[in-house]
């Protein structure tokens, strides 16, 4: 019998992973589970300053604008959103992508419309007041090398950012990438940075040439 592990980033993530693995023994896809997780990170107010879900940071506008995506390893399917507003369950958006749209990604309004089409409710008031200070985080790459099958990430992005930017977190080789004949990768830093360099997807192609995750 199959042994289930569910991984994540950060010392916040515990709960999280705590209930998505207890999704996958009580039988749910791993799909689902990654999606149940993040959630409750997402709906949790406290885990804003994390810079996820429902108590993220505000951009210059006031508003609150996340990005997220899910990649099956499996096959390399991947839904996400960029710049979706109202809606604070951003990963479970972007799952609905990757089940029921036939494009990979969506944007913005038109993340925003998705989700009301989908039966999400938009919600008001979402996200913490502006900061006037800088954030800063440290770079790290997550590599994992085992009979791997989806990944997926939630932010509110950097604190105080232009309407409309987008960071790493989201697309695909760079804040995240999955390949379940080889391991997976995810990242957290500075997105513009990290853009640069396509880090998770370069990771999983050096496990592939037969580097150990720790090399």
Known sequence: MSKQCVVGTWPFSKEPARVALGALLKGRSATDAVEA?????????????????????RNLAGELQLDAAIMDGRDLSFGAVTALSGHPRAISVAKRVLTHSRHSMLSGAGASAFAVEHGFKSQQGLGRDKIVYVVLHLEFTLPIQLNFSPLGVSTSGAANKQPGRVGDS???????????????????????????????????????QGFSPHE
């Open 37 to 57: 997780g993040i959630n409750v990170a997402e709906e949790d107010w406290s885990y804003g300053p994390y810079h996820v879900g429902c108590g993220g940071w």
């Open 170 to 208: 989201a697309l695909p080789g760079a804040g995240l990438y999955a390949d379940s004949e080889i391991g997976a990768a995810c990242c957290s830093g500075d997105g513009d940075e990290i853009l640069k360099h396509c880090p998770s997807y370069r990771v999983v192609g050096y496990i592939r």
